[in-house]
């Protein structure tokens, strides 16, 4: 009986009617719906489904997909392909909803797929799916391919066959790329697959085709790049034009030769493999002539760079591409001010046909770069790119890029207060310094003695900041940069500092725009919005806000940056205009560019001058012009000349629009890395009154033994003190550098942060030799003078002008 009962109340069989007689519910003979977590099974049995309900799940799963799939396909109709009458191009609007312009809409011709050669069309299978005979209109396996590496993060893809690419251009605004919009696509593709022949869909497909140069279609394109009829196309042709589709602007070979004749192999190496042409005939042909591209005079004038902008920043998006813009009818807004860029292209007009230097003309081979951003958010409000699109496509303000000279010595300043290096720690300033085989000259020879950082920064002082540059680490230097918003890869050189790296002004005025903004960076843009006709946003560019650095240490980067204004290279043109303005000149090695960047805390500015050489190509040093306000015949281009006075007559116009009227202040001062009085001095009598008796503040003995030391050691031994060095020079027949002595003197009780004058030696006065009389006079660079700064110098001097 014992052993009975022990067998009744162990696990059940699975079978038999006792394991039947187990498994009955114990509430009234009822089932649950889901026998979930299992009953009769103890342990992990308990808690895993069944393999009859696992085989249900994945067949009740693949009906269900496979009945969503039917009743998809059912209800997805194909459009008619019409005559494509609703296509329309898109149109670009300043941020105040007038019209800058639009792009030009479709130039197409149809033709028959019967009149064309049969290779035209087979250089196009060849090139974009060389399975198109064969397939049913979709790749599975490319759509696989295509799904995973968008789920790992890679560049979006579409894994479109032929048929869907021509579903995807026929059947405009029919699709989207969401995966949605794809899985319609996919479907639309099977079901034409299955009503037209091969023939109808590749002909169809090479009359829709975009080919660049505006041209859609085989006809337009052989026109635009052969001037002949797409019926008269050669193979050679033919592969060039289908080598094209993929990035047909981008792959023009008068635009990029070395690519388009890449591809051309590639389309060639296909139909040989796919038995269209022969290994032999392959051999003879080689990589056709274009013809030139006489573009739409919708381009003309300034306004084309801005319309090129915003075509390359929505391309940048992978959906919105030129042939987008030309048939979607898109409404894009701009955080573009047209009072503001028209003062920009008024004051570049006014450089260029003399009007700033009394009549007399730059070199026609001058390059003008201007740029305005938004810093609260990274809108681009201004664009001066050049002065005609169509005679030169290259965007000085986007797209150029020129050596930064000087401009890049804030960045060397950022990094030295992030590592704790305070405006007020002191260099020597004499010129020429050595640093191993790196000679460093100061701008026009200038010795500037000991200096702190806000008077080398004044001053521009080459010498000072290759010395600050070495302390803190040229890899920073070029860290900070790219975290303000200089984009271009930058080297790690000690000269880095002094603007050996290329850079474009776009960059420049973003990274100080992130200066302007207390260290909040913002990624530049000028799309604020583009809209489809229905309304439907189709892409947004506002940014998100970044906090590259810790505010106070923007605002005393900003201090010594405005005394470049108030006292240093830009004094002569930026200060008149009578507002609270930072900012840095540069000049580049041999002065083949010369910057002025600033800002007010509503607007960051960069202006940039170069010169191409004779061939239109390479740099050359700006030639000279001009006059200065006091009169001296302009001998060298720097940073605090034509830029400057560019810069200046610029923004003293657009600083009185009234988004930027009323003045915001700097923050002040913030002294990262030193102590200083917790209460400023004060010149009002105090009021009596009866406190109560005041302790006795601790004071500092004035350090002693000094006099006789290096300079450098006197002022480190003050420092560490707890008191705050200056440094004042005088002739001695002591050796340059020595100290002479201090005041207070030695073992003086004084406040702990007072001020302790050092007197230096800058050794014997020479004799001041005669002048050579072929010499040109000093300082005749307009506003550069003596208070040049440093240019991109290279293992030698940097030369430039602040």
């Known amino acids: 009986m014992a052993g009975s009962t022990r067998r009744s109340t162990g696990p059940a069989p699975r079978g038999g009617s006792r394991a039947s007689a187990t498994r009955q519910p114990a509430d009234g003979g009822r089932r649950r719906i889901i026998d979930y977590p299992r009953r009769g099974y103890r342990g992990l049995h308990r808690w895993l489904p069944s393999w009859r309900f696992v085989v249900g799940s994945i067949l009740g799963g693949v009906f269900l997909l496979a009945g969503v799939g039917v009743a998809a396909y059912a209800l997805t109709d194909v459009p008619a392909p019409d005559d494509f009458a609703e296509e329309q191009a898109s149109t670009v609007y300043f941020a105040d909803g007038s019209e800058i312009g639009s792009y030009e809409g479709p130039n197409r011709t149809l033709v028959d797929y019967e009149s064309l050669p049969p290779y035209v069309g087979e250089a196009v299978v060849s090139a974009e799916d060389r399975t198109f005979f064969e397939n049913s209109g979709i790749s599975i396996t490319g759509m696989a391919r295509a799904f995973l590496n968008n789920v790992q993060g890679g560049a979006t893809q579409g894994a479109s066959t032929l048929t869907q690419q021509y579903v995807e251009r026929y059947y405009v605004g029919q699709t989207t790329t969401s995966y949605v919009g794809k899985a319609k696509e996919a479907l639309l593709a099977i079901k034409i697959a299955q009503s037209e022949t091969k023939e109808q869909i590749l002909g169809r497909y090479l009359n829709t085709i975009y080919f660049g140069r505006n041209a859609y279609g085989i006809e337009a394109a052989a026109q635009v790049y052969f001037g002949r009829s797409a019926a008269e196309l050669d193979v050679s042709q033919a592969a060039m034009l289908a080598g094209l589709i993929p990035s047909p602007n981008n792959w023009d070979p008068a635009v990029s030769p070395e690519k388009s004749e890449q591809r051309w192999n ?147 300043l950022i990094a030295a207060l992030e590592n704790g290096i305070p405006l007020t720690k002191t260099y020597p300033g004499y010129s020429p310094q050595e640093f191993g085989t790196w000679k460093v000259n100061n701008f026009g020879g200038t010795d500037y003695g000991t200096i702190d950082l806000v008077k080398a920064t004044e001053q521009s002082v080459n010498t000072v900041y290759a010395q600050l540059n070495l302390e803190v680490g040229p890899e920073k230097t070029a860290d900070v940069a790219t975290r303000a918003g200089v984009t271009r890869p930058l080297n790690s050189e000690p000269s880095n500092v002094l603007g050996t790296d290329i850079v474009s002004p776009l960059d420049m005025a973003s990274a100080y725009a992130t200066i302007a903004a207390q260290g909040v960076y913002h990624k530049p843009f000028m799309v604020a919005q583009a809209t489809y006709l229905d309304g439907d946003v189709a892409y947004s560019g506002q940014t998100q806000p970044l906090q590259q650095f810790d505010a106070d240490v923007m605002a005393d980067v900003t201090y010594a940056m405005t005394q470049v204004v108030e006292e240093g290279s830009g004094e002569t043109y930026i200060k008149p205009i009578g507002r609270e303005i930072a900012g840095k000149t540069g000049t580049s090695n041999e002065n083949k560019s010369a910057w002025f960047v600033g800002f007010t805390p509503q607007i960051s500015t960069a202006v940039a001058l170069s010169q191409v050489g004779e061939d239109g190509k390479a740099q050359d040093t700006i030639t000279p012009w001009g006059r200065s306000p006091s009169g001296r015949t302009v001998t060298e281009v720097t940073g605090g000349s034509w830029p400057a006075a560019l810069w200046a007559d610029y923004m003293v116009n657009a600083l009185q629009q009234p988004e930027y009227a009323t003045p915001v202040p700097f923050p002040e001062r913030a002294n990262v890395n030193r102590a200083v009085p917790t209460q400023a001095p004060t010149t009002e009598a105090p009021v009596e009154t009866s406190p109560p008796e005041p302790e006795e503040p601790a004071t500092i003995a004035v350090p002693s033994g000094l006099e006789g030391q290096l300079s450098g050691d006197v002022q480190a031994a003050i420092t560490n003190a707890g008191l705050v060095a200056t440094v004042v020079e005088e002739d001695s027949q002591q050796p340059a550098g020595t100290v002479l002595g201090i005041s207070p003197g030695a073992g003086t009780q004084v406040l702990p942060g007072s001020t302790v004058t050092i007197r230096v030696s800058r050794g014997p006065q020479e004799p001041e030799p005669e002048p050579s009389p072929s010499a040109p006079e000093a300082g005749a660079g307009l506003g550069g003078g003596s208070q040049g700064g440093g240019g991109a110098g290279n293992a030698g001097a940097g030369t430039g002008g602040g």
């Open 266 to 412: 590639y389309v060639l190496d296909g139909m040989v493999r796919d038995g269209y042409v022969t290994s032999a005939d392959r051999a003879a042909l080689v990589f056709p002539e274009v013809i030139p591209y006489e573009r739409s005079d919708r381009l003309e004038g300034p306004d084309g760079y801005l319309l090129e902008y915003v075509q390359n920043e929505l391309a940048a998006t992978g959906s919105i591409t030129p042939d987008v813009l030309s048939t979607a009818g898109l409404r894009i807004t701009t955080t573009i001010q047209p009072n503001v860029q028209q003062n920009a292209v008024d004051s570049a007009n006014r450089l260029q046909d003399g009007t700033l230097s009394d009549g007399e003309m730059p070199s026609d081979r001058l390059k003008v770069g201007v740029v305005s951003v938004d810093p609260a958010t990274g809108g681009i409000v201004a664009m001066y790119g050049g002065r005609d699109f169509l005679t030169d496509q290259i965007n000085r303000a986007s797209r150029d890029a020129v050596q930064g000279g000087s401009t890049f010595k804030p960045f060397t």
